[in-house]
Structures are given as C-alpha cells and as structure tokens.
C-alpha cells in the first residue's frame, strides 16, 4: 500500500517570498509517480507538477519546482515568488505502477496562504 | 474548453433518494477515476474504469454504490438511497492511458448534500 504524509496543515508566506511545502511517501514500488494539485478555494483541482521515480533531475514547472529525495521518501513542492493568487489547498499525490491499480493517493493537503 | 466536464456542480437530495453523477472525459481520453473528498480532507480514491469495464473498484463502498463508463456516453456515479455521510465532493479525473507518468486531469467535482 501506498501513503502520503503532508505534515502542515496550513503555512503563510509573504508575498514575492519563497515557500517549501513538505511531503513524504511510503511505497515499496521501484516505478512511481509523484504529483502536486493545486486547489483553491472554488474547489477544482488543478495539476501542477510531476516528478518519476527514475527521473534523475528535480522537476520544474514555472514558479514550482520540486525538490525530490529519493532515499529520504521525500517530494517537496517549492513555490518561487509566492503571489495572492497561490493561496489554495496543495495536495502531494502519488501513483505507482502496479497491475490494475492505477489511482492517485492523496496526502491530507496543505493550506497556504499568502499574504500581502 | 476540452477539460473533463462534470455535472451537476452541486446536487441536493433527501436521504433514500438516489444521486446521479456524470463525467465527461477529455477528448481522447479512455481512463476515467471516481475520488471523494469529504470537508478538509484528501481526495480518497473509490472506482476506475475504462470503456465498459471497471478495473479496479476497491475504493467503492460495497452497498449503494455503482459505476459505469458505457461505450458512448459519460462515466456516471451511482449512490442509492443516500445518507447524510454521503454528503461530499466527487471528483472525475481522466488520463489518456494508465501510466504512472500521465497526470490524471480533474473535473470541476460534484457538491453532494444529503438533507
């Protein structure tokens, strides 16, 4: 069984300031995917960053990138010059590849919000 | 917009009625993903289902609960003679294949509220 485990339930961050959002996982897989949504306060769910298993660099998208650790079982997501439109839920995900299983687990989430 | 479309945004029934969720995929997309997120909480995953089969529905309560992705037509979420701990956000997610790389894309979820 898979687990993600966001351990902050809510952060603040001045605006145009950095801000890490935390995120461990537990799988026994070797291949697995891991994501960031975004969801604000509307309610949709907004993709915003993948990073594989194998892949031997962080990704970056924009203003996210993701600082992954893979012998630590981390996947933390970094917004870079945080703005009032970022406050939202964030919610680290993960998928694996497993015969049949297909689905995203999902951590608890983080709210942030960003003030100005 | 080609986004996974879902509908209604908000639905209102009376305990024991039944409640119908649609799910249009994005165009071209094959795999289909039922979540629930209940208030201040993650998203758990309940059915999967590709054109007319179900591949994985261990997330699914057993009682009350159905899903169908027919050939032609939306995915559609089935909860029958609903109860108050019903009430929640369902969301579809589709993703063109199963690959543990392919981000799933999500609708915009369904408001249930059980009077």
């Known amino acids: 069984a898979q687990k993600?485990?966001?351990?902050q339930p809510g952060?603040?961050?001045?605006?145009?300031?950095?801000?890490?959002?935390d995120c461990t996982y537990d799988t026994s897989d070797q291949s697995y995917g891991l994501f960031w949504y975004k969801q604000p306060s509307s309610g949709e769910m907004i993709f915003l960053i993948y990073q594989g298993s194998y892949d031997e660099q962080n990704a970056t998208e924009g203003r996210y990138s993701l600082n992954f650790?893979?012998?630590?079982?981390?996947?933390?997501?970094?917004?870079?010059?945080?703005?009032?439109g970022d406050s939202a839920m964030y919610f680290c995900a993960m998928r694996v590849v497993d015969t049949g299983r297909r689905a995203l687990t999902f951590g608890s989430g983080t709210r942030l919000q960003v003030q100005p | 917009n080609a986004g996974v479309m879902q509908n209604p945004?908000?639905?209102?029934?009376?305990?024991g009625?039944?409640?119908?969720?649609?799910?249009?995929?994005?165009k071209g997309h094959s795999h289909v993903y039922w979540y629930r997120q209940l208030p201040e909480e993650g998203l758990k995953f309940m059915v999967y289902l590709q054109k007319e089969n179900i591949i994985d529905e261990s997330g699914m309560p057993k009682e009350r609960f159905s899903a169908e992705f027919p050939k032609e037509g939306p995915s559609i979420?089935?909860?029958q003679q609903v109860v108050r701990g019903d009430s929640a956000a369902y969301f579809c997610a589709s993703a063109e294949g199963g690959f543990s790389n392919q981000p799933q894309h999500f609708g915009d979820g369904t408001r249930l509220s059980i009077l």
Do not use: D, G
């Open chain 1, 4 to 7: 993600i485990t966001q351990t």
């Open chain 1, 11 to 21: 952060m603040f961050v001045q605006e145009k300031e950095a801000v890490t959002l």
């Open chain 1, 69 to 84: 650790q893979k012998a630590r079982k981390s996947a933390n997501l970094v917004i870079s010059a945080s703005q009032l």
């Open chain 2, 9 to 15: 945004r908000h639905l209102v029934r009376r305990r």
């Open chain 2, 17 to 26: 009625q039944e409640a119908r969720l649609r799910c249009s995929p994005m």
């Open chain 2, 77 to 79: 979420l089935r909860i």
